[in-house]
């Protein structure tokens, strides 16, 4: 299982650089998989054998179609195509953390309520950089139930500023 | 003196008749005295011996009676005794076992009151503890319903008050404060 998904990773991670646009669908097909890991229904759809594969592809291509490039949709459908739809979290972090590693970079997840400037990413990369000892290849997602602030998640790390995260300390002391 | 002479004139007058009314004729005299003779020694000879014998035999025979009713008295008097010792016996035993059940009976009765009165204590302490423990409970339940219903309360208020400066704001001090340290 774990093989397979290696190998699927490291097939779309040589055609993502074929292409010469690995860092556009790294980023992409990261967010997919968040996407994908939020929304059950969705992950439900796409990997339901009572439904057929050109209708899954052809959610998959609606749904993505319009805001990732012509690669990332490919490459989701494909995978969707061949049944590896409920792998293809496990496939795409694999992706990301291989890709980061040919950087000597480490994947850092990182969550906040509202989308990062390219200046906020910059630093917020060396920073995360600076506290762990480590390269880091930064993931933004926006995810609103943060609330505010930002998760930071790096290899199994976790450095949580965010608001939701105050509000549990606060719980918790009650 | 006039009798005196009467009777030796009778002496006189019988010899001189010889017919004595008295005396036995001479050969039954002799006859007599013969048979007599004989029939002593027989008796000497046979019944005496015999008849002492029996005497002896049983003055003999009295004497052990009279020994054995002496001992069996003896024994009647030891085995009285020994009852009587028995009896004392089985009386102070008796009074030993009275006494010892009365001990017991004391001892579990004591028992059975410090028994008694430290299950009421536990009980009481008991159930002391579980009032106690359901008050701390209801408070805690209490206090997370407080605490949620607060925290859900302030979750609405972040979500509608964070606007996109704060927000801003918040990520800075995150990437500053990030930035500072190492993990």
Redesign the interface.
Same mark, same amino acid.
């Given at each position: 299982m774990s093989d397979r998904i290696d190998a699927y990773a490291a097939a779309l991670l040589e055609i993502a650089k074929a292409e010469g646009s690995l860092e556009t669908v790294e980023d992409e097909l990261f967010k997919v998989a968040r996407t994908l890991e939020a929304n059950d229904q969705l992950l439900v759809t796409i990997t339901d054998q009572a439904i057929p594969i050109e209708r899954r592809q052809g959610i998959v291509e609606d749904l993505f179609g319009g805001k990732a490039s012509k690669i990332t949709t490919s490459l989701v459908s494909f995978l969707v195509g061949i049944g590896r739809g409920r792998d293809l979290p496990a496939i795409i972090d694999k992706l990301v953390a291989e890709a980061a590693e040919e950087r000597h970079q480490t994947v850092a997840e990182v969550r906040t309520a509202v989308p990062l400037d390219e200046g906020q990413r910059d630093r917020l990369a060396a920073a995360l950089s600076n506290a762990t000892g480590k390269h880091v290849s930064l993931k933004v997602i926006v995810d609103p139930t943060v609330l505010g602030g930002v998760v930071a998640r790096v290899g199994d790390t976790v450095i949580d500023g965010s608001v939701r995260h105050r509000l549990e300390q606060l719980r918790q002391q009650f | 003196m006039h009798v005196m002479a009467l009777v030796m004139q009778a002496a006189e007058e019988g010899s001189q008749q010889a017919k004595n009314p008295i005396l036995p004729a001479t050969n039954e005299i002799i006859w007599g005295t013969l048979a007599f003779l004989v029939l002593l020694i027989g008796m000497w000879k046979f019944a005496f011996p015999a008849v002492t014998k029996a005497m002896n035999e049983r003055t003999e025979r009295i004497r052990s009676n009279l020994d054995s009713a002496e001992n069996l008295k003896g024994e009647a008097q030891q085995i009285l005794d020994e009852y009587q010792r028995q009896l004392a016996d089985a009386k102070s035993e008796a009074n030993r076992i009275i006494e010892e059940a009365r001990q017991t009976a004391e001892a579990l009765r004591r028992d059975l009151m410090q028994r008694a009165e430290a299950e009421v204590a536990e009980l009481r302490q008991r159930s002391a503890e579980d009032v106690a423990a359901a008050q701390e409970r209801a408070l805690n339940d209490l206090? #997370?319903r407080? *605490?949620?219903l607060?925290?859900s309360a #302030?979750?609405k208020v972040?979500?509608r008050n964070?606007d996109?400066e704060? +927000? @801003?704001a918040?990520?800075? *001090?995150?990437? +500053? *404060?990030?930035?500072a @340290? *190492?993990?």
């Open positions: - | 206090r #997370a407080i *605490s949620t607060v925290i #302030a979750e972040v979500e964070l996109r704060t +927000n @801003t918040l990520v800075e *001090s995150f990437i +500053n *404060s990030v930035g @340290t *190492s993990v």
